[in-house]
């Protein structure tokens, strides 16, 4: 599925390069893109709420298993607010249904793969009772600890990510064709030495642009493979909106000069 | 040259994550042991990277291999320092029958990621500046040298030159300073 809207997003990029104005097309890829991918946005916020909310709720189900029964703790910790104590509600829902604990909690790990974790912890209090609910809360003390540190680490990948975004789609191609246009104008017949001709000269402006149009691309698409990481079918979302944003930009700013 | 660079990605990938991984299956495996189930039993049930590795070990334990033996052969194979800590660590649980050192270890490996956390943030601002230099302000002085610089000086670099250079060579750099910000990303 993620595949068939980064290919359709890669052909609305190209088709408006080619067919539409070049300017107009870093727009029309942008709000394709939010179109697209918003879902999958919203998908990928709700598992990482999620994760962030385990460890909270697990706490509170360590401390809360020391002196209730399994079911009722499982109760009181679906009551707080946040998407894994929601999780959890299904879970008791699906108890009270009739469903075996065990079961319950089995649906809980097919649904949301990445909180095995949790599961084999909550299946484990409720085969033996509260002999591992300080486990337990060692263990959620330990997540907690994790999700600062992970929060930490986000945040740096996150500046990281902007800086590449910025400095691919607007700050390089921005200050290349400033830098260019600006030179190019510059009107230094006075300092005519040793150097070349009109002629040569004219040649190296030409091999130095032509240059610039294929680098700043190069350098999106390069700026895209790593900001995709592990998740591949992301290149092309993000060339699809870094290529025409870039070469736009760099457009624009060959309009303007400097001095 | 292609499988011998795809075999380190492939090993790097997996040290970040046996490293981001590691704290927390100790404290699964401890709190699994904890709750009574047979030490094979709970290495075949931890999820993960480091799942995957454990889970090799207690099948050979179960073959009648000396468990000492089969997570120290996962240790030598382990690209992570955390995870050949934790195989030594369960290899003494094993022997001993507690579990409290696996937490002991979870919690000294959650420290130094936090410390290597902090350390990684404080370099972040250089990696990001390296990355701006070497894409756009390099390349920018470069052209801005050949365009005025030719036109007074004897400038040896043919059009071609500037355009492999400008094509290849700044691409390069550029990828080598994200990589590096990449690489040095603790897990």
Redesign the interface.
């Known amino acids: 599925m993620m595949w068939k809207k980064t290919v359709l997003l890669f052909c609305i990029g190209v088709s408006s390069l080619i067919l539409l104005d070049p300017y107009a097309a870093p727009f029309i890829m942008t709000s394709s893109a939010v179109f697209l991918f918003f879902p999958e946005y919203k998908k990928a916020q709700k598992k990482t709420r999620m994760k962030k909310d385990a460890p909270v709720v697990m706490y509170h189900f360590s401390v809360l298993s020391t002196f209730l029964p399994f079911e009722k703790t499982l109760k009181e910790a679906c009551k707080r607010k946040g998407e894994f104590s929601r999780e959890l509600a299904k879970v008791v829902r699906r108890i009270e249904r009739g469903e075996s604990v065990s079961r319950a909690l089995e649906k809980m790990k097919e649904d949301n793969p990445w909180s ?2 949790e599961v ?2 909550l299946k ?2 409720y ?2 009772g509260d ?2 609910s300080e ?2 809360k ?2 959620a003390e ?2 907690l ?2 999700s600062r ?1 992970e929060g ?2 986000n ?3 996150l ?2 990510k902007y ?2 975004l910025i ?2 789609g607007l ?2 191609p921005g ?2 064709g400033m ?2 246009s600006t ?2 104008s ?1 009107d ?2 006075g ?6 001709g009109q002629q ?2 004219m ?6 642009l ?3 149009q ?2 700043i691309p ?2 999106a698409v ?2 895209s493979i ?1 900001l995709a990481g ?1 998740e591949k079918e992301r290149i092309l979302v993000y060339s699809s909106v870094l290529v025409p944003l870039s070469l736009s930009v760099f457009r624009i700013s060959l309009t303007a000069r400097l001095l | 040259m292609i499988s011998l660079l795809a075999e380190k990605i492939k090993r790097f ?1 997996e040290e970040k994550a046996l490293d981001s991984e590691t ?3 100790l ?2 495996v ?3 042991l ?4 047979s030490f094979e039993r709970v290495l075949e ?1 931890v ?1 993960g990277a480091a799942g995957e590795r454990l889970k090799r070990a207690a099948l050979r334990i179960r073959k009648g291999e000396k468990a000492h033996e089969s997570l120290a052969q996962e240790k030598n194979n382990s690209p992570s320092e955390y995870f050949s800590r934790a195989c030594d660590e369960l290899a003494r649980t094993y022997y001993t029958g507690t579990s409290e050192n696996l ?1 002991a270890l ?2 000294n490996i ?1 420290r130094e ?2 410390n290597k ?2 350390e ?2 404080s370099k ?1 601002i250089m ?2 500046l390296f ?2 230099v070497s ?3 390099l ?2 002085m470069f ?2 040298f ?10 040896s670099i043919s ?2 030159q ?2 492999l250079i ?2 290849v060579g ?2 390069a750099l ?2 080598f300073s ?1 990589l590096l ?2 690489i040095k ?2 897990g």
């Open positions: 095995e974790k084999r912890l484990a209090c085969e033996k002999r591992v486990v337990i060692d263990a330990n997540a600890e994790d540190l930490e680490k945040a740096s990948i500046v990281e800086t590449l400095a691919s700050l390089i200050l290349l830098t260019f030179v190019s510059l230094i017949t300092l005519q030495g040793m150097g070349m040569e000269k040649i190296m402006k030409q091999a130095l032509e240059a610039n294929l680098y190069i350098l390069l700026v790593f592990a | 990938k704290a927390s299956c404290l699964l401890h709190a699994l904890v709750s009574g189930e049930s999820p937490a979870a919690k959650s990621r936090q956390v902090k990684y943030n972040m990696y990001s990355f701006v894409a756009a302000v390349p920018a052209e801005s050949l365009i005025i610089g030719s036109s007074f000086m004897d400038i059009p071609e500037a355009f400008t094509v700044f691409p550029s990828a994200v910000a990449i990303r603790p």
